[in-house]
């Protein structure tokens, strides 16, 4: 994997933009189980949000994929100096963990969706919860480097380097 020294500006505007959709996704995904219900009988889908639902979903999976090749291509910074081999292995696995399940859930998500998979749907809430409890661990471990360990973390994902 390619060591750089800082994330580019590409990686930090798609990791933000891809955090803000992922909220509004959530958001929008009350009432969804009605609508699956009602779009696998094939009977009209009188819910509105679920459209939002579907294309954005299809949306994030198209900048991850994006953000995954420029992560492959360009790499990231180097742990900052001093963080235990405890604290970085944990967040070289999050990241790929977080990489996986943001790719798992919207592909399950239109699986069930397209294909009208049961399965898939309960699969795709069950990995969504997943990443939203991964991704909370990990917004509480970069506070915990920017405001115990003051090691300045943040600033990697703010100013492109
Ligand atoms: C308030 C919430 C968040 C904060 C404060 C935050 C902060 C950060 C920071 C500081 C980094 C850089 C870590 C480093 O340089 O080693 C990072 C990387 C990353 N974040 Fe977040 N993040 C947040 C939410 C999320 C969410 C919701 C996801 C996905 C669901 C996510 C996925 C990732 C991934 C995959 C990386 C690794 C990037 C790479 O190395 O290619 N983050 N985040």
């Known amino acids: 994997m390619k060591q750089a020294t800082g994330y580019s500006g590409l990686q930090i505007g798609l990791h933000w933009l891809i955090l803000i959709l992922i909220g509004v996704n959530y958001f929008v ?19 509105w949000p679920s459209s939002i639902h579907v294309y954005l979903g299809l949306a994030i999976l198209a900048l991850v994929l994006i953000r995954l090749i420029v992560r492959l291509v360009r790499g ?52 969504m919860n997943a990443m939203l409890i991964l991704a909370g661990v990990h917004a509480a471990a970069a506070l915990f480097h920017q405001f ?7 600033d990697r994902m703010r100013r492109p380097g």
Do not use: Q
């Open 29 to 47: 995904s009350e009432g969804m189980e009605e609508a699956f219900d009602a779009h696998t009988e094939g009977a009209a889908v009188a819910f």
């Open 76 to 127: 990231a910074p180097e742990v900052p100096v001093g963080t235990n081999s405890l604290l970085r292995v944990a967040g070289e696995w999050s990241h790929i963990l977080l990489y996986a399940l943001m790719i798992a859930v919207p592909v399950l998500g239109a699986t069930a969706w397209y294909l009208g998979l049961e399965l898939a749907a309960g699969t795709h809430v069950l990995m």
């Open 148 to 154: 115990v360990l003051k090691d300045n973390l943040l």
